[in-house]
């Protein structure tokens, strides 16, 4: 049974995503999907936070998916471990690459639902390039502070596999494009691509455009790149804020330490052109871009070993304090 029922009107046939899912929790709602167990849509007192899709519409840009057993690009899908040389499937023929991992077209199974609360399950078998088992947890909470998403992977194998996850919500205040939006990134460090894109090093954002240390508005800056050495808030999490330039409330996404990295995309190259810029992609990730190349950032798991992390999404009142 569907967790809270569905907000939105039934339609003929089964939604391009799958079954809907709906939780609740005082003046907030979110709708997860059964494809992905995607977070299609996240408001408060009817306002949008995400830029997300509709009910009748299949998820493009990768909007609310989560990313596992890798985040970002894998470069040529291809890549060594423990001798073996994998060849992953090229999602992103375009560039070449595999991107975004394995799991966000399967369907996911309920493992347990309540009003304000729904976990997925779903098993991830051996397949092209992945040869492994990973059994996998997603689980959506809402509570006074926001929205809290818990991901976790278990080596299901009899051997160690190479792990990382991210996930991919595009934040709005509202605004049709986001150039006019303030937006705050904490990270003092970010990686430049090549035309795959794939990192091709370090560099400090002081005095580039992608600076976004202090709120500002993005006006017309075009970002695809990773972001790390995260400023974190005395909680411990790295958050992104985004704001109205009217001072309107605005919306933060937050990251644990199991999330070192931020990916921010402006979404500039999306296929579809009236989603282009209509939306800021902040994507915490736990490693690089290409760490099944690189190992940056990538975890190691043994057979029968977990990895749990956790990010957010908290509505921000006016003045820049958690609503």
């Known amino acids: 049974m569907d967790a809270g029922g569905t907000t939105e009107t039934p339609q003929a046939g089964l939604p391009p995503s799958g079954r809907q899912f709906t939780i609740s ?3 907030q709602t979110a709708l997860i999907t059964e494809v ?10 009817g306002r949008d936070l995400l830029d997300g899709y509709a009910q009748g519409e299949m998820c493009t840009g990768a909007r609310g998916q989560s990313l596992i057993p890798w985040p970002n690009r894998i470069r040529d899908g291809r890549y060594t471990w423990k001798g073996q040389e994998e060849q992953l499937d090229l999602s992103e023929p375009e560039k070449g690459g595999a991107i975004h991992g394995l799991t966000r077209w399967a369907n996911w199974e309920v ?16 397949c092209q390039g992945w ?23 278990v080596n299901r ?11 991919h919500p595009y934040l709005t205040v509202g605004t049709p494009h986001i150039d006019p939006a303030q937006a705050r990134v904490p990270g003092s460090v970010y990686l430049p691509v090549d035309e795959q894109g794939i990192p091709t090093g370090h560099r400090p954002v002081e005095g580039t455009p992608y600076d976004l240390r202090e709120m500002q508005a993005l006006g017309d800056r075009q970002i695809d790149v990773t972001y790390t050495e995260l400023e974190r ?18 919306v933060a996404l937050w990251s644990d330490e199991a999330y070192p990295y931020f ?25 690089a871009p290409n760490a099944f190349n690189s190992g940056e950032g990538l975890v190691t798991l043994a057979p029968g070993e977990s990895h749990t992390g956790t ?13």
């Not at 194998?157 to 996930?167: F, L, M, Q, R």
């Not at 808030?233 to 605005?250: E, F, I, K, N, Y």
């Open 111 to 126: 493992e347990r639902s309540s009003e304000s609360s729904i976990a997925f399950v779903h098993t991830q078998h051996a």
């Open 25 to 27: 929790y005082e003046r």
């Open 263 to 287: 990916e921010i995309f402006t979404g500039d190259t999306l296929p579809q052109e009236d989603r282009r810029r209509t939306g800021l992609g902040v994507e915490p990730m736990t490693c």
């Open 131 to 153: 040869p492994w088992v990973l059994e996998c947890h997603l689980e959506y909470s809402l509570d006074e502070t926001g929205l809290t998403v818990r991901t976790t992977a």
């Open 311 to 323: 990010w957010g999404i908290e509505p921000v009142a006016r003045g820049g304090r958690s609503a």
């Open 233 to 250: 808030d005395d909680d411990g999490r790295a958050r992104v804020h985004l704001a109205h330039p009217d001072g309107s409330p605005g």
């Open 157 to 167: 194998s009899s051997t160690p596999c190479p792990y990382g996850t991210g996930a």
């Open 36 to 45: 992905g167990a995607a977070l299609r849509r996240y408001h408060v007192d």
